[in-house]
């Protein structure tokens, strides 16, 4: 089973940007549907993009247009380049891995989580 680990959060301010990459173990990576979630405080975890194994992309709606992700199967790495970010974005954001995915917007149908990165976005 895939591991996954993210790095690249930080502080930023309104209007700025970050890219935040995700690491994964083993060697079936691209057979792997790669999510990116993120829960504010006091809130659930909501879906934020993913892309599937054959690089189709799907994006919560406040995002699009101002987020990308990306993968990069010969680096088992999937990426989410955020630009024009908002306070509103401030969350942890977590990275997932799902082999078989029935809603790819459903946190349950993930198999493997990271431990998340803190992304702060500040007015």
């Known amino acids: 089973q895939v591991q996954v680990v993210e790095s690249g959060g930080g502080l930023v301010q309104a209007g700025g940007s970050l890219r935040l990459s995700c690491a994964a173990s083993?060697?079936?990576?691209?057979?792997?549907?790669m999510g990116w979630f993120r829960q504010a405080p006091g809130k659930e975890r909501d879906f934020v993009a993913a892309?599937?194994?054959?690089?189709?992309?799907y994006y919560t709606d406040s995002v699009k247009g101002r987020f990308t992700i990306s993968r990069d199967n010969a680096k088992n790495t999937v990426y989410l380049e955020m630009n024009s970010l908002k306070p509103e974005d401030t969350a942890v954001y977590y990275c997932?891995?799902?082999?078989?995915?029935?809603?790819?917007?459903?946190?349950?149908?993930?198999?493997?989580w990271g431990q998340g990165t803190q992304v702060t976005v500040s007015s």
């Open positions: 083993g060697r079936t990576f691209s057979s792997y549907t």
């Open positions: 892309v599937t194994r054959g690089g189709t992309t």
């Open positions: 997932a891995a799902a082999f078989t995915v029935y809603s790819i917007r459903r946190a349950g149908d993930y198999d493997a």
